[in-house]
């Protein structure tokens, strides 16, 4: 079946001139700086070079290999938040309730795949600089708006714009690098690994609005995107659809991109000259280690 399926940007999606990364209660966040511009961004527009930033950010963590901190703080001025307080959530409006139903796919509370924690305590995780009257205040701002707003899409976009792109919102670091890790970790071993069998909880795109009336007026369907991890994840999906799969990792680097030619096996020309150089030499090319100029340096990726 061949579907015309077009991905969107809500027009209600935001990034920051600047972010920073500061510790608030013995753990880092990524989070904006103070008083710093905030504009409206199309997260979709380049969606193919947003996928394989993320996926190159998870591979060095999953080779543990350092990551400054210049990258994230880049990553993040232009792309902004990932929106893991919704995407987690699996009441959608959560908000509007006195408990959350949060989905931990990647295991950081060292518990089962769904809990539930009280409302105000996860919006204090996400935005760890506001006290508890500021916390229900904004929960009431909140409850405001949807007794105002009755149609579904404009209160999606206002409790979305008082809470993942407000100026206090923040990322924790560590969510941050298991997540990024996690897409990478599953690219990696699906190139091994066919047909897939690993459980992918962290893929669940949550909260996706989609344009059923597309179909009648130009025969296609429609996804709106409302933050910034569901086009990471869509995106990654249908690059790993594809009956030609494009999406590549360099087999010198190990970086992910996508190809032009099915049958590419480098990112860039430097990368085929390297390996034809190591080729020549009579050195064995593995994906056990990591060409450098300086050597090579044996890898050991962090699966746990």
């Given amino acids: 079946m061949k579907t015309n399926l077009r991905l969107e940007s809500s027009p209600f999606c935001y990034v920051y001139s600047k972010y920073k990364?500061?510790?608030?209660?013995?753990k880092r966040y990524v989070m904006p700086e103070e008083k710093a511009a905030r504009k409206a961004i199309s997260i979709t527009e380049h969606i193919d070079d947003l996928l394989i930033e993320t996926l190159n950010i998870g591979k060095k963590e999953f080779f543990r290999q350092p990551i400054e901190e210049f990258e994230l703080l880049n990553y993040y001025a232009k792309y902004g938040s990932f929106g893991f307080m919704i995407d987690l959530a699996i009441n959608k409006y959560f908000v509007l309730d006195e408990k959350v139903a949060v989905r931990d796919p990647f295991y950081i509370n060292k518990k089962e795949n769904v809990d539930f924690i009280n409302t105000e305590e996860y919006l204090k995780f996400f935005l760890p600089k506001l006290n508890k009257r500021e916390i229900n205040s904004l929960i009431k701002k909140c409850k405001s708006a949807a007794n105002e707003n009755r149609k579904e899409d404009y209160l999606t976009s206002i409790i979305n714009e008082y809470l993942i792109y407000s100026e206090h919102y923040a990322e924790p670091l560590e969510l941050i690098l298991n997540y990024t890790r996690a897409l990478y970790k599953h690219f990696y071993w699906a190139l091994d690994n066919k047909p897939l069998t690993m459980k992918l909880p962290f893929l669940s795109v949550n909260h996706l609005e989609h344009k059923i009336e597309d179909l009648?007026?130009?025969?296609?369907?429609?996804?709106?995107?409302?933050?910034?991890?569901?086009?990471?994840?869509?995106?990654?999906?249908?690059?790993?659809?594809?009956?030609?799969?494009l999406l590549?990792?360099?087999?010198?680097?190990?970086?992910?991109?996508?190809?032009?030619?099915?049958?590419?096996?480098y990112d860039t020309p430097q990368c085929k000259n390297k390996a034809n150089v190591y080729k020549s030499r009579g050195k064995t090319i593995s994906r056990n280690v990591i060409h450098a100029d300086d050597g090579i340096t044996v890898k050991i990726p962090n699966i746990d």
């Fill in 21 to 26: 990364i500061e510790e608030i209660n013995g």
């Fill in 216 to 245: 009648y007026y130009n025969n296609s369907f429609g996804f709106t995107i409302n933050y910034l991890k569901q086009a990471i994840d869509i995106s990654y999906s249908m690059q790993m659809a594809q009956d030609v799969r």
């Fill in 248 to 265: 590549k990792i360099c087999n010198f680097c190990e970086k992910a991109f996508i190809a032009n030619n099915p049958k590419a096996e």
